[in-house]
């Protein structure tokens, strides 16, 4: 089986700012009234504004944005955590806010900081979440044997957690996400702050659960982590979808798939207009009075040309930087802004 | 509802409590004891206070400890729950409607402040020595006067917890709590205001007032107290108030 996932038009207005642990560094500030001195600054902030799309059952599903994009609050909204301002969400036949139980039998939530409960042991933390889901005790203190083993836990598993370092915290998050054998498993930028060897181990349990038939949903702002485990992406800034697609579909659609970035003494209409004339490039834009974003299809081969380009008409070349097909590129080519800004 | 899921929720508090059993029980009782001791062993005893004092003083103590046991087993998880650490998150994500986590707090609060005030009555008596004439002979009264107090209690800090941050704990036991104790009618009858009409009518609208007269009825019917028509009427509107809005607030929290 596989349950899929439909969002229809969603749209989050948070009147008051919204919980430190939902959507964590939003990078927006509230909107301004029109007249400062009357009325007092009512808040408001558009955290997503008519997003649209659809997660096939099975699939591991991305959402790739930069902080404050608005991938938090549409996790938050599919796992009946945040209340949408208008639109639908629907988890295999249920729609979230209709039937918030049976949603909730479905899925497995991974917070983005881990929201452990402090006054149990790691080992209670699982045999109660199963216990939440009506497991049985047999069944339950197997399920949490199993998951502490495969999670390196086993050794503290009779500890308190509030002593565990924050690598173990996401690892046993994830275990008890697992615990219940949700269809639908969200983990909300599971891998923030985790050592490289643990986020290998990550993508591996996160591909090993995606082969049983469960559909995953994850959100990130790591290309390579987008690009590594997902089947499909969406890329969402300032609450709306930009693209979406696999992520070879995505990379396709960059403009030539290269991008030079060149930095000048200063730049012209002119300049511009000899560039975009060099071969192979697809498209020319200037982001402001120093820099030259270029598309094209092909990077190192066309920096002679730059250079001769740019000494023939008197402007000085002073950095260069290639970037190669990737998610980051497509990013940047439909926001102008670097994933990390 | 989903009995199976709430029956696992009552567990986990439970199983907490167990764990933290001796200070959980010195934060709740201790207090009251030691009052009981010197108001009601040390005072009478030298003098100062009537022997008579004793019987007056035992529902107003066993009011207080149910009170305090109520809303700090209901409030005082809820606050570090609902911190940034978010803790409650896992059985808000439960498949239950999140409403009856709330009554399930509740229910764990409304135990807590039962077994509190059981608990209160041999030990206040003990520590008095003689003296203390206990009226068993209306038990339901008895039984349903405390019902009431313990759901004032826990709905009480069901809307406590669901408001109060955590910086302002502090404040809560000084704004709250304590004017509340002192005011309560729980160390003097109520008739004893009558000295000072403006408090008399005042301390109305504060529970425990209700608490304290209702368990003196119940217990020692010979001390001058409150109707107790009007003892339960007041408790079970105070306790549909405190229950709607301590629901509502929860509401608020959990959901954003």
New interface residues.
């Given amino acids: 089986m596989g349950i899929g996932i439909r969002i229809e038009n969603l749209r989050k207005v948070?009147a008051t700012p919204?919980?430190?642990?939902?959507g964590a560094g939003f990078s927006f500030g509230p909107a301004r009234s029109g007249n400062k001195e009357k009325a007092p600054k009512k808040f408001e902030l558009v955290a997503l504004d008519g997003v649209s799309f659809e997660i096939r059952a099975g699939e591991v599903f991305g959402l790739l944005g930069p902080n404050g994009a608005g991938k938090s609050t549409t996790i938050?909204i599919l796992?009946?955590?945040?209340?949408p301002t208008s639109g639908r969400a629907i988890i295999g036949e249920y729609d979230v806010w209709q039937e918030?139980?049976?949603a909730?039998?479905l899925?497995g939530?991974v917070?983005q900081?881990p929201?452990?409960?402090?006054?149990?042991t790691a080992r209670?933390?699982l045999t109660?979440?199963g216990?939440?889901?009506?497991q049985g005790a047999r069944e339950r203190e197997r399920r949490a044997d199993e998951l502490l083993e495969k999670f390196k836990l086993t050794d503290r598993a009779t500890h308190m957690v509030r002593t565990f370092s924050g690598g173990m915290m996401q690892r046993l998050s994830i275990a008890?996400a697992m615990m219940h054998d949700p269809e639908v498993l969200f983990l909300d930028e599971p891998s923030a702050g985790l050592d490289p060897q643990t986020r290998l181990l990550l993508w591996e349990i996160i591909r090993d659960y995606n082969r049983l038939g469960k559909t995953i949903v994850l959100t990130t702002h790591y290309m390579d982590e987008a690009d590594a485990l997902c089947d499909r992406l969406a890329i969402i800034d300032h609450g709306r979808i930009i693209s979406h697609g696999t992520p070879a579909e995505l990379k396709a659609a960059i403009p030539g798939g290269y991008l030079l970035r060149l930095r000048f003494d200063h730049v012209t209409e002119e300049l511009l207009a000899e560039l975009k004339t060099l071969p192979g490039v697809t498209e020319v834009r200037s982001p402001d009075q120093t820099s030259v974003d270029v598309y094209a299809d092909r990077g190192g081969k066309l920096i002679g040309p730059i250079v001769s380009t740019a000494q023939a008409a008197g402007f000085e070349l002073r950095d260069v930087h290639i970037a190669e097909p990737s998610l980051e590129t497509l990013f940047l080519h439909h926001t102008g802004r670097s994933l990390r800004d | 509802m989903n009995w199976k899921t709430f029956y696992a929720l009552l567990a986990r508090d439970g199983h907490v409590l167990r764990r933290n059993l001796l200070p959980t029980l010195l934060q709740n009782l201790l207090q009251p004891l030691l009052f009981t001791f010197v108001f009601g062993k040390v005072m009478t005893t030298s003098g100062l206070m009537p022997a008579g004092y004793k019987s007056m003083l035992l529902p107003g103590v066993m009011a207080i400890s149910m009170v305090m046991a109520g809303v700090q087993a209901v409030a005082m998880p809820l606050i570090t729950e609902f911190q940034f650490t978010r803790e409650i998150e896992d059985r808000l994500l439960a498949p239950i409607e999140i409403g009856w986590l709330a009554v399930e707090k509740i229910v764990a609060g409304m135990i807590q402040a039962m077994v509190a005030g059981l608990v209160v009555i041999p030990a206040a008596w003990l520590i008095m020595g003689s003296g203390v004439k206990l009226d068993f002979s209306k038990p339901f009264e008895f039984l349903l006067v405390a019902l009431l107090v313990a759901l004032f209690s826990s709905a009480g800090g069901l809307a406590l917890g669901c408001s109060v941050g955590q910086t302002q704990i502090g404040l809560m036991f000084s704004l709250v709590l304590a004017p509340m104790m002192m005011f309560g009618c729980a160390y003097y009858p109520w008739s004893a205001l009558e000295a000072f009409p403006i408090l008399h009518i005042a301390v109305l609208v504060n529970p425990l007032v209700y608490a304290s007269e209702g368990l003196r009825g119940a217990l020692v019917p010979q001390v001058p107290h409150m109707n107790t028509l009007m003892v339960i009427g007041a408790l079970a509107l105070i306790d549909l108030g405190l229950l709607f809005l301590g629901l509502r607030k929860f509401h608020q929290k959990a959901v954003s």
């Fill in positions: 948070y919204p919980p430190a642990a939902g938050g796992t009946t955590r945040t209340q918030q139980v049976k909730k039998r899925i939530v917070p900081r929201n452990l409960d402090f006054a149990l209670e933390i109660f979440h216990a939440y889901f009506g008890r």
